[in-house]
């Protein structure tokens, strides 16, 4: 079993920044596949960025890239979503999840998820 805890969101004005936080609570926690996704009032969960095992390969919705990077920090069971260049239409719950593969994209790929933190981008 995994436990992840989201931190991090808030409000933020168009073309600021924030950094959003995972803690892992498992022993296991470089054997799992990370990835960021999110929910907007009324849409479908969307995958955001997800990052390897060991970290050494990254991906991102076309919607993020370039503005968004996924990091994490195996020592401190930690995966990190540095968020830049928001935009309102970034707004939305977003969602820490553990996986064991690199490829999906779809949230049914992923086995464990935190309770989300929220992410408001004012215009």
């Known amino acids: 079993q995994v436990q992840l805890v989201e931190s991090g969101g808030g409000l933020v004005q168009a073309g600021g920044s924030l950094r959003l936080s995972c803690a892992a609570s498992t022993r296991t926690f470089s054997g799992y596949v990370m990835g960021w996704f999110r929910q907007a009032p009324g849409k479908e969960r969307e995958f955001v960025a997800a990052?390897?095992?060991?970290?050494?390969?990254?991906k991102y919705a076309d919607s993020v890239k370039e503005r968004f990077t996924i990091s994490r920090d195996n020592a401190k069971n930690q995966v990190y979503l540095q968020m830049n260049s928001l935009k309102p239409e970034d707004t939305a719950s977003y969602y820490c999840?553990?996986?064991?593969?690199?490829?999906?994209?779809?949230?049914?790929?992923?086995?464990?998820w935190g309770q989300g933190t929220q992410v408001t981008v004012s215009s």
């Open positions: 999840a553990a996986g064991l593969s690199y490829t999906t994209t779809k949230s049914a790929g992923y086995n464990y």
């Open positions: 990052i390897s095992r060991n970290g050494d390969l990254t």
